[in-house]
Structure formats: C-alpha cells, structure tokens
C-alpha cells in the first residue's frame, strides 16, 4: 500500500498565483506494510472452512473432481456367441448333438431375460421383427462402406466397429452389392447386461445372416485384390448389434462380427510386386 505525504517548502512560487509567493506542496510516496490475518486451519469439515472464509469476505471456489463422460458404445461383447459346429445340425441321438441341444436350452433361457430387460427401457423390440431390421442395418451399412459415406456410417455401426471397417480401405476401391438371402435371418442370441450400474444398460443381439453377396476389392492402381465383380458368393455370418438403452435417441447399430472356428479359411489377397528389370546405361535408355 502506498501513502502521499504533502510537504510544505516555503519559498517557492506558487504556480497558481505568480504574484505573490506561496508554500508549495511536494509529493513524497511512503510504502507502508499492512498485515492480513489468514483463517485458521482448524476445521472438522468443509462447511466449517467455508463458514469463516465467509466471516472474513474470502470464498474459495468448489473443486469438483468428478468429470461426467459418455460411453455411447462397449468394446466389445459381452459373451460371445460360440456358433456350434455344423451349424448346429448334428443329430440328437448322438452324443455331441445332445450336448448341442443341451447348451442351445442353457443360451435361449439366458436370451429371455435379456429380452424381458430390452423391453422395458424399448418397448417396440420384437425378435420377430428385429432380425430383418438388423440384414437392413448390415446391407445399409456396407453400402456406404463401399461409397465411403463417412457422415452416414457413423449412424448405422458403432464407435467400436467403425475403425475396423474402414481400417487400410483409403487408397481401395470396394465393390460390394447385395444378391439374395439364402436363409431367412434370425437371432440366435440376446445379452443385456449393465456396464458399471444400473444406468448403463446395453443391449446386445447377435443375427445369424446367410446370404449371396458379390464383393470385389482393387487397390490404387485399379488391379483386383480379393473377390470378384462376376462370380457371386455365398457367406454364413454371426453379427453382433448393440444400443445403448437407457439413452434417448440411441438406436441399434452394427458392433461386431463372430467368426466360428470351424469357418473355412478366407481367400487371401492378390499382391501385385514391382519386378526390377535390367539396368541400363544413359545411351540405352
């Protein structure tokens, strides 16, 4: 803090009146020191120390140390669905398709509470209805993959499955178009367990999708990878679909694939290397 002391000095002309002499003032600053009490530390809880920050004009801030974020998706699922070999059609008077039978009875009981869970936060879930709507979501979904719709995309597959769908496809061309549905589509499993509590509630449903499909893939020189534009291919997938139910606007969404272990083998893709020819001399070339 600073003081101003006026000093008198006579003999001095008064600046104001020349006519006749005067006492001038001159300004000298003088520091000061001032002490500040600081509040006691002594307090039992945080009301405490806030009361006498008040009675003394002081306020600290709250702190708040929890953040709020969104989880719009899982990463990944929460009990995978083991397709059974043969897809389930070995004969129940053996031994192996009597454990088949056995442990589709242990999932179907599981997927009617989850079912029961789904319909309460989305009444309008129907299993019936559900698997056509999901083959729509899965042919929606990879034809803007193949246009590379980005804006679009994000709406029909999860955060989770978004980078693994377009993962390496920046210089590719995809050709992908949708035949025919072999097999009507149908579920095969529901899981609708919490997250952290009760507030974070998914709901997963995996679609057993057999259907014809053509796909091609060329890279950026426009020379074929995988697949063909002219020979039709059948395909037999598990596809998982999520939502997140207890949000307002969620929506079912492409999650995930399972690919069974007895599954042949994918095509692998056509490289094309760069053969070096003969060096040449500058009067060859």
């Known amino acids: 803090m600073i003081i101003y002391v006026w000093i008198l000095i006579p003999g001095v002309t008064c600046l104001l009146n020349v006519a006749r002499f005067a006492p001038s003032s001159l300004v000298i600053p003088v520091r000061t020191k001032i002490k500040i009490r600081l509040p006691s530390r002594n307090y039992d809880s945080l009301e ?23 989880i719009t998706c899982t990463r990944g699922i929460f009990e995978p669905y083991i397709p059974p070999e043969g897809d389930a059609r070995m004969s129940m008077l053996s031994k192996e398709g009597l454990l088949q039978r056995t442990e589709k009875l242990r999932h179907t009981a599981k997927s009617y509470t989850a079912i029961r869970k789904i319909r309460a936060s989305d009444p309008d879930f129907r299993i019936k209805t559900f698997a056509e709507k999901a083959q729509e979501i899965y042919i929606e979904a990879h034809n803007n993959l193949a246009n590379f719709n980005e804006e679009k995309l994000h709406t029909l597959v999860t955060e989770h499955c978004y980078p693994e769908m377009v993962h390496g496809n920046e210089y590719k061309t995809i050709r992908w178009s949708f035949l025919e549905s072999l097999e009507p589509p149908r579920v095969v499993q529901v899981r609708c367990p919490s997250l952290l509590n009760e507030d974070t509630l998914y709901g997963q449903v995996t679609v057993r999708i057999h259907m014809r499909q053509i796909l091609a893939i060329y890279d950026q020189f426009g020379r074929l990878m995988y697949g063909s534009e002219q020979i039709p291919k059948d395909i037999l997938e598990y596809v998982v679909f999520e939502k997140h139910l ?3 606007t969620g929506q079912w969404r492409l999650h995930d694939k399972i690919v069974p272990s007895w599954a042949p083998p994918k095509d692998p893709l056509i490289k094309t290397i760069m053969i070096p020819g003969p060096t040449l001399t500058p009067s060859e070339a």
């Not at 920050?53 to 002081?58: D, E, I, N, P, V």
Request: hydrophobic residues 30%; positive net charge; glycine residues 8%.
């Open 48 to 70: 405490q120390q806030q009361k006498q920050l008040k009675a003394r004009g002081m306020m600290i801030p709250e702190e708040k140390l929890s953040q709020y974020i969104t």
């Open 246 to 248: 207890l949000h307002g």
